[in-house]
């Protein structure tokens, strides 16, 4: 049974209301009666059962801050791992001493330093007070020696001033003379000057007119050895392109209405490249031509009608590298013949 007379329910007994209410008023007794509610507050004086037998926190789970009126001890208190000291507890005077006499040296100290300075502060005004005295005096003499040393000075000056005008005066006379003689004299030499250039203009004159008639002659000669130069270089042009081109030709006999043939085929690694071409069939119909078949290029074809005939003196068509030369008809006329001719260099 419990201490409020309830005794606690078993297994298969009812419980009845009135156990409840009873469990419901202890709660109440415990809150509200109790010195110390469930949420931590206090009712009434806390009073232990014991003398000096419980604590209030331990070294490893302590109080963090206590508020309180006043508080009674009748034991030691200790602040910070120290023994407060209470009234009646023996005192060393050792303690104390040392701070004590260093503080009253230091206020003796102070008070004879006091003394000193004053006597000094009344020596020193005295001292610049006869100083100022002694500089006024300086300083007015000083200046009184200054405006005199400025007097003299400014005479000097109005002195220097005056013979600095007369020597201006007699110089500007003096150049102006000589500047007058200079124009003269440089009048007479540009008169000369003029004679020599006349005489200078007319030698230049004459020179020139000699030198555009050599001039001439020499032209005339320079045509002539040019020409004769450029008729031997076409002599040896000639006879370099009869050397370096060839020719190739070919009659095709009673040809189909149509058809190719490669009739010109580089040498390997190298490059045709025209000079001229020719065509000719008897066929009245059809067309014929001559081309590089990879580059698609062409260099010629005929119109075919009644003995057609085509040629290209100048036809300069350069085929890829191993690119050979197609000649191909179509729409001839049956058992046509077809005549060709390319001349060509390789390169």
Avoid at 136 to 148: C, P, Y
Avoid at 191 to 216: A, H, M, P
Avoid at 221 to 226: A, C, R, S, V
Avoid at 228 to 240: F, G, K, N, P, T
Wanted: one cysteine or more; charged letters at 25%; hydrophobic letters at 35%.
């Amino acid at each position: 049974m419990s201490w409020h007379g309830l005794e606690k329910p078993t297994s298969g007994r009812v419980i009845r209301s009135s156990w409840g209410r009873g469990v419901v008023e202890a709660l109440d007794i415990l809150y509200y009666e109790g010195a110390v509610s469930y949420d931590g507050l206090i009712h009434r004086s806390l009073k232990p059962d014991k003398d000096l037998l419980y604590n209030i926190g331990f070294p490893d789970a302590r109080i963090k801050e206590v508020h309180a009126g006043t508080g009674y001890f009748s034991q030691d208190v200790f602040i910070q791992g120290k023994r407060a000291i209470k009234d009646g507890d023996p005192v060393n005077i050792y303690d104390i001493f040392e701070p004590a006499r260093e503080k009253i040296t230091l206020a003796i100290d102070y008070s004879k330093l006091y003394d000193v300075t004053g006597g000094i502060d009344a020596k020193l005004a005295e001292i610049l007070q006869r100083f100022d005295v002694r500089l006024s005096e300086a300083t007015a003499r000083e200046k009184i020696t200054q405006a005199v040393d400025y007097s003299k000075l400014y005479d000097i000056a109005t002195g220097i001033d005056a013979k600095l005008a007369e020597v201006s005066q007699r110089f500007d006379i003096k150049l102006s003379e000589a500047t007058a003689r200079e124009k003269f004299t440089q009048a007479i030499d540009y008169s000369k000057l003029y004679s020599v250039t006349g005489d200078i203009n007319v030698k230049l004159s004459e020179i020139l007119q000699r030198f555009d008639v050599k001039l001439s002659e020499v032209k005339s000669q320079l045509e002539d050895k040019l020409y004769q130069i450029y008729e031997r270089l076409c002599d040896v042009l000639l006879v370099d392109t009869l050397k370096t081109e060839r020719t190739t030709s070919g009659i095709k006999i009673a040809v189909a209405t149509q058809g190719y043939e490669y009739i010109l085929q580089p040498t390997p690694g190298r490059r045709i490249s025209t000079r001229s071409w020719l065509l000719h069939s008897d066929s009245t119909s059809g067309i014929i031509k001559m081309r590089f078949p990879h580059s698609g290029k062409i260099l010629g074809a005929l119109f075919c009608s009644k003995q057609g005939f085509v040629m290209h003196n100048a036809c300069n068509i350069t085929g890829y590298e191993d690119e050979p030369v197609l000649l191909e008809w179509s729409d001839l006329a049956p058992n046509s013949n077809i005549f060709y001719q390319i001349t060509f260099k390789e390169e």
